[in-house]
């Protein structure tokens, strides 16, 4: 295939799935400060298992959370699958308002893994992602110049292993690829009572590091922070084991290392929204470029023919 019919095919995967890139580039770029702010919090003071605990069956008496979630930067917990609101553990009341920052970010994970309730949509895009890339990779090296269209070759060449490794490890994670060194433990039996798991977790494991607790998979899992990564961990009535690396989401989310993952997934969105914008704008141009000789040509004539 010719080079103007590879340029060809590149722009045009680009302009039909221009939106949904924008949308998720741009909650990538939300999402990828997350770690940041997460860790940023898991310096204060200690969370008492036995005040989550207590909180837990005041305000879920039955026990139909599903799971728990806490915010140690607000000093709050979540009961998952209930209507009950973020608890303060300081003064053990439902919060009046909710943290405006976790409402942002659960709003772009949700925008980021299933764009207006369309999994696939996102899917689909990211595989879009990966082959405008790769077209722009076979068009082969560019001439760097200071211009509108160097500057958007320049920024895909000087980041290329960071912008195909993002949609890469987001297609992994959409095919359930997980690299994993280990299978994970079974699920055995019915899985352990939210209360109960947490206070296995909190034997083990300060709270604050802790991002949630919760079933998945029919097993009992923990998310906390561990040395700067997130980790999973599966939560018996025994033990609370590490489970093994999910490299993909670990790349992908930027978890490996929120001080070094997280800025260099900023580096990531910045670059790919520069890429859809500057490849946006240059197609546009040259598209008035050629439309406006024809606009002017009739009128061109006309004072020809006047004169």
């Known amino acids: 295939m010719s080079k103007p019919a590879l340029l ?12 949904p890139l924008l949308a998720i580039i741009v909650t990538g770029l939300i999402l990828s400060v997350e770690p940041l702010v997460q860790t940023s919090g898991i310096g204060g003071p200690a969370i008492e298992a036995g005040r989550v605990v207590e909180l837990m069956k005041r305000y879920d008496p039955d026990g139909k959370a599903r799971g728990l979630s806490i915010n ?3 000093r709050r917990i979540t009961l998952q699958g209930t209507n009950v609101p973020a608890i303060d553990l300081s003064s053990g009341e439902a919060a009046s308002t909710g943290s405006t920052l976790s409402d942002v970010f659960l709003w772009a994970r949700f925008t980021h893994e299933r ?10 895009s990211t595989l879009a992602m990966v082959i405008i890339l790769l077209l722009g990779i076979v068009m082969g090296l560019p001439r760097l110049r200071n211009t509108l269209s160097g500057w958007h070759k320049a920024t895909a060449w000087f980041t290329l292993p960071l912008i195909l490794l993002s949609p890469l490890t987001g297609l992994c994670m959409a095919f359930g690829l997980t690299f994993q060194s280990g299978a994970p433990p079974a ?7 939210l209360p109960d798991a947490t206070r296995m977790v909190a034997a083990s494991h300060e709270l604050s590091h802790v991002i949630s607790i919760g079933t998945r998979g029919g097993r009992m899992m923990a998310r906390l922070y561990d040395g700067g990564e997130l980790r999973a961990y599966a939560v018996t009535s025994s033990e609370v084991t ?24 900023v580096v990531t969105s910045i670059a790919l929204l520069t890429l859809l914008s500057t490849g946006l704008l240059i197609w546009a141009r040259r598209t008035l470029r050629k439309r406006r000789p024809r606009a ?6 006309a004072v020809v023919g006047a004169g």
């Open 296 to 301: 002017d040509g009739p009128a061109g004539a």
């Open 242 to 265: 590490a489970l093994p690396r999910n490299w993909p989401r670990l790349i992908h989310e930027g978890n490996w290392s929120a001080l070094i993952a997280s800025p260099l997934n």
């Open 187 to 193: 699920a055995t039996g019915r899985p352990l009572a």
């Open 115 to 124: 764009l207006m309730g369309q999994a696939w949509l996102v899917t689909a």
């Open 8 to 19: 060809r095919l590149h722009r045009w995967i680009t302009l039909v799935f221009a939106l």
């Open 72 to 74: 140690a930067a607000s």
